[in-house]
């Protein structure tokens, strides 16, 4: 194997220890995630070398796209891609790019988010959402007053407008580990939803 390639059974190219002394509360949410996806996925099994960043990221990956929200799960997502489209990410283009596909059943969506998310056809309030996601990424010192005016026009709330600031900063957060890391998406995310 090449210098700083991943060994196909290790999610990322830095020589930390896999998954060791999970808490029973971990090993239970690893067993859930293969229930549900067939999978843990690689971003986990990364993080799984320190029980305590695993359960940080865990507690936040829930809250900002799981949590309730004026936001839906597939508005989330579409978000985690334009990100990750911004940074890109090729672990986050994939595993969240699947999950749009997913949840909008419409592979085409996925596939438009990934490469530009100007070219789909969007409603104007997930079209303002993905200006305002893209720019936060690209110049976040541009952002001004006439940004959220523009997101409060398009029908959010001003909770709405701090989640979406939320999902934006995390997958700017979680790009840069999975870049810095060259972080590998599980095979399967490949082929879902198609």
């Known amino acids: 194997m090449a210098d700083g390639q991943v060994a196909t059974d290790r999610p990322i190219a830095l020589n930390l220890p ?13 067993d859930k995630c293969i229930e549900k996806l067939g999978m843990v ?26 949590a309730e929200s004026g936001l839906s799960k597939l508005e989330r997502e579409m978000i985690a891609v334009v990100v990750s489209s911004v940074n890109r990410c090729y672990y986050c283009l994939t595993a969240h790019g699947a999950a749009v596909r997913q949840y909008s059943g419409n592979p085409e969506l996925g596939e438009q988010l990934v490469m530009n ?9 997930q079209r303002a959402m993905l200006d305002f996601a893209w720019n936060l990424t690209e110049r976040p010192w541009e952002i001004d007053e006439p940004d959220r005016a523009a997101l409060r026009q398009a029908g959010f709330s001003d909770r709405d407008i701090w989640d979406i600031a939320a999902v934006v900063g995390f997958f700017n957060m979680s790009n840069r580990i999975a870049t810095a890391t060259d972080m590998r998406p ?5 082929g879902q939803h198609r």
């Open 18 to 30: 896999g998954e060791g002394e999970l808490t029973e509360r971990q090993r239970a949410y690893f």
């Open 41 to 66: 996925p690689n971003v986990l099994r990364a993080y799984a070398f320190n029980p305590d960043k695993l359960d940080a990221f865990i507690r936040m990956y829930n809250d900002v796209m799981l």
């Open 117 to 125: 998310y100007r070219a789909a056809d969007l409603a104007p309030r």
């Open 186 to 190: 599980n095979r399967e995310y490949h």
